[in-house]
Structures are given as C-alpha cells and as structure tokens.
C-alpha cells in the first residue's frame, strides 16, 4: 500500500531517530568516530491523492545483528499503515537499506511528520521520503530485490517490471563514501537528496519513472573498493 495524502495537506517532514554510532574503519586501521544520535529531517511539499516512498540507508550499526527500522508513524497514515518494501542488511556495521511504503487516511491543514524508529544505535546516512502521482492504490509493488557484497562497483537488482509506466527507486549503503559531492548511479536514473555523514556522503538513493516492461537494474561507482548493501523496488502506476 502506498501514501495517498489526503486533501488539505500542505507538506511533510521526516523525522529519523538514532543513537550514536560506533567508529568506522576506512583504511582498515584508522577509526573514525560515529555519528551522534539525533534526527534526521526534511520538508517536502504534498499533493492530494499523491503517493509517498522512504528509503533509509544506515551503517547497520550495533552487535548482534545491528539496528533496523522497527516502525515507521505518521504521515496522516493510519496505525499499522506503513509497509516494509524491502529490508537489506549486512552484518552489523556494514550496512542496511529499507525501502517503505503507507496510504494516508486522514486530511490536515498542517504540515505531517513522518518518524522512522531505528531499533538500535546507527549512523544514518540517507533518510528520504518522495511524493509521486499516479501509483496503484493497490498491491502498488511489482518487484524487489537487493544486494550485499565488497567492490569496486555496485548493482542493485535486476528487478523485472511486468507494467509499462513503473516508478523504480534505489537506494545504497557503502563502507566508502564519495567526499565532495553525490554519488549518483551510471545507468540513467537521478538522485534523491542524501546526506553527508561528516565529510562524505555513503548512503545514496535514486529513482527512474516511465520504464518499459523488462529488467531494470540502478549501477552505483563508489569511489574504490567498499563494503556495500543495496535495494531496488518498482511501483505499479
């Protein structure tokens, strides 16, 4: 199910909930100290009848399996409303990337906060909501998959649409991030807003509309070898 926002709904924020992360090691030898806990926030403007999408990317952080989304709230949405796309995880502290989706089922003249509760201790590194019109009021996903692995270069999917017109939206977590701008994928689709955790940027989202029936995949370069967990899912029109 997807957010349909309501009428009289002017805009949204999100909210990410975390507690301090641990180090990193980028060389192998030398930490890096963790983020602090805090929030992670953003407006956007909301249209009627329109549909929103989350992607969070975190380092996974914490022992025994490391910090996921446990819940998702708000948004006009009703309790329980928000769905799981996908969940991809690497051991702790090598990241994690979720992909959520909800329908709103009440009208506000305010702005609407979304908040993401993280089970654990994290760094985030993307927290992104988008609206989009024209997504299926039912059984809106049409295909999901994701990755883990180390390299030199990333490849979320392949996720094979069986409708003509599907949205597809990507995100990445890597162990290396790109110090001075973006990282955006080599295969034609276009970033969403990600954050940059101290210098660099290591989680990173982006999205294609209006694709053809068949396989889609999103291609990421991060800037050398990088421990790295992706995902990918299509939404019916």
Known sequence: TSVTVPAGLSSLTIVADGAQGGP?????????????GGQVTGTVGVTAGDTLVLAVADDHGGAGGG??????????????GWTSATVQKGSANNGEVELWYGRGATTSASPVTVTVTLSGATNIQLADVTEWSGIAASSPTDGVTGATGTGTAITAGPVT????????????????????????????????SQAVQGTTYRGWGAYQTKLPVGAVSAAWSPPSSATYVTAIAAFNP
Do not use: C, H, R
Not at 24 to 36: Q, W
Not at 67 to 80: C, D, E, K, P
Not at 165 to 191: E, K, R, Y
């Open 67 to 80: 910090a996921t989304v446990s819940a998702v709230t708000g948004g006009n949405v009703a309790a329980g």
């Open 24 to 36: 990193s090691y980028d060389d192998g030898y030398t930490p890096s100290p963790g983020g602090k």
């Open 161 to 192: 649409t069986t409708v003509y017109g599907d949205l597809v939206v990507s995100a990445t977590w890597s162990s290396v991030g790109a110090a001075t701008a973006q990282n955006s994928t080599t295969s034609g689709f276009t970033a969403l």
